[in-house]
Nanobody, 121 residues
Framework: QVQLVESGGGLVQAGGSLRLSCAASGRTFSTYVVGWFRQAPGKEREFVAA????????YYGDSVKGRFTISRDNAKNMVFLQMNSLKPEDTAVYYCAAHGVLVTTPIYSYWGQGTQVTVSS
C-alpha cells in the first residue's frame, strides 16, 4: 500500500517555474514507478512524466519535454517535478501516481489528491 501527497502548486506567471513534490508513505515505495499526470477542466487526464523505481529511466509527455524534469529520492520517499518555462496551457491539477510498471496511461494503482497549478499570461 502506498499513500501519496502532492504539494508545491500555486499561481505563477508565464515563463516562471514551480517545483512540485510528492511525499510517499509505504516501505515498498522504492520499488514503484512514479508518474505525474495533469487534468485541466473539461479535458482528459494527461501523462506528464514518469520515472522508474531507481530513477535511471525517465519519460516525458511531448508537451513538456525540455521544460519539465522528474526526479526521485528513495531515501526520503519523495518524487519531484521541476517545471520551467511554464505556459498558460500548463494550468491543471497535477497528480502524483505510483504503479508496478512504467506506463504512460492513467491506469496507475495509487494516486494523490492533486495540487493546482495555475499559469497566468
Amino acid at each position: 500500500q502506498v499513500q501519496l501527497v502532492e504539494s508545491g502548486g500555486g499561481l505563477v506567471q508565464a515563463g516562471g517555474s514551480l517545483r512540485l513534490s510528492c511525499a510517499a508513505s509505504g516501505r515498498t515505495f522504492s520499488t514503484y514507478v512514479v508518474g505525474w499526470f495533469r487534468q485541466a477542466p473539461g479535458k482528459e487526464r494527461e501523462f506528464v512524466a514518469a520515472t522508474s523505481w531507481s530513477g535511471s529511466r525517465t519519460y516525458y509527455g511531448d508537451s513538456v519535454k525540455g521544460r519539465f524534469t522528474i526526479s526521485r529520492d528513495n531515501a526520503k520517499n519523495m518524487v519531484f517535478l521541476q517545471m520551467n518555462s511554464l505556459k498558460p496551457e500548463d494550468t491543471a491539477v497535477y497528480y502524483c501516481a505510483a504503479h508496478g510498471v512504467l506506463v504512460t496511461t492513467p491506469i496507475y494503482s495509487y494516486w494523490g489528491q492533486g495540487t493546482q497549478v495555475t499559469v497566468s499570461s
